[in-house]
């Protein structure tokens, strides 16, 4: 899911993994520029040439042969590759790149090396592989029981006309200091992504605060050196992304495994991949993290 499974949409450094009470500590104005300029590393990160904005296919594998390519005889027809780039061979979970009848171009590269054939990695293994032929790449992906080839170009419509993204103004409202209550043993939850297919998921524990004069609780997976929820609230109804946002953290004061305090910064709330491309698969916020308060900080729905 999250991280470790592809979904994390920006690899930079968060400002929420700073030691929990020099945030608190920091002037409301530097808050405010610190969350202005993650956002915008955050849009960058976005547009990159393999960035979510560059997904152009998401095609499922089958048992048995997909070829790719530009021609129309071909299963999974794309733009800016060769006639005929190869055939991707799906068997018993095992994904083989296979040369078409007239051979390889000389542009097509496996893993950084010409494509004379071979396996393909998929996305939870861990060395991945990548096909690139120019500035298109494609890469195998793993969800339940399914494989589905996952494909960007850089030169995506939805990339080229970015038009850049909408925000809420920084609101120290929405800068909490929850009350972190670890799980023992750690809770499994259920998450269903966009596909439909379910997954469990451990979560160490959950954040629990006051918004708006209501209770609220955020159950919390662990995703590299921080904390990942997946969340929706009320304004999915009107304002943001209707599927939900994705919100990264720091630790709790004391770990995952005592109970402590914990730092949620709702101004870096930001949407799903989903949100930019209908060729991604997300995870949807588990039950007990459908709000019924309104947190309107974070980004807006994109494209409205």
Same mark, same amino acid.
């Given at each position: ?22 945030? !608190? ?6 808050? /405010? ?20 904005? /560059? ?54 590269? !496996? ?5 004379? $054939? ?25 969800? @339940? ?10 030169? /995506? ?53 006051? #918004?708006? $004069?209501? #209770?609220? +609780? ?8 921080? !904390? ?21 953290? @720091? ?38 993290? +459908?709000?019924?308060? /309104? ?10």
């Amino acid at each position: 899911m999250f991280g470790k499974h592809g979904f994390a949409v920006v690899a930079l450094a968060f400002v929420a993994c700073a030691p929990m009470g020099s945030l !608190l500590a920091q002037s409301p104005a530097k808050q /405010a520029a610190d969350a202005q300029q993650w956002r915008k590393s955050y849009a960058d990160n976005l547009n990159r040439p393999d960035g979510w904005l /560059a997904l152009v296919a998401l095609q499922w594998l089958d048992e048995g042969n997909t070829s790719v390519g530009s021609a129309p005889d071909n299963k999974l027809k794309l733009l800016h590759v060769p006639t005929h780039v190869g055939v991707l061979r799906q068997h018993d979970g095992r994904v083989e790149f296979l040369a078409p009848p007239e051979g390889v171009s000389p542009s097509v590269l !496996l893993d950084g090396k010409p494509a004379a $054939g071979g396996f393909v990695n998929a996305d939870d293994s861990p060395h991945p592989s990548e096909i690139v032929t120019g500035d298109v790449r494609m890469t195998v992906i793993h969800r @339940g029981d399914s494989y589905y080839v996952r494909v960007k170009d850089a030169y /995506a419509p939805t990339r080229i006309h970015f038009k850049g993204l909408k925000w809420y103004p920084d609101d120290p409202k929405y800068r909490v200091t929850a009350k972190w209550v670890p799980y023992s043993p750690e809770k499994t939850l259920r998450i269903k992504n966009v596909l439909g297919q379910i997954s469990p998921e451990s979560s160490p524990g959950y954040a629990e605060f006051q #918004m708006d $004069g209501q #209770m609220v +609780r955020l159950d919390a997976v662990a995703e590299g050196d921080g !904390l990942f929820f997946d969340f929706r609230d009320a304004t999915a109804k009107t304002t943001t992304d209707g599927t939900g946002r994705f919100l990264n953290t @720091g630790l709790p004061s004391n770990g995952v495994h005592q109970a402590g305090t914990l730092v949620i910064d709702f101004n870096y709330a930001h949407n799903p991949p989903c949100g930019y491309t209908p060729y991604a698969t997300c995870p949807l916020p588990p039950e007990s993290n +459908r709000l019924t308060v /309104a947190i309107p900080a974070g980004e807006k729905r994109y494209l409205e």
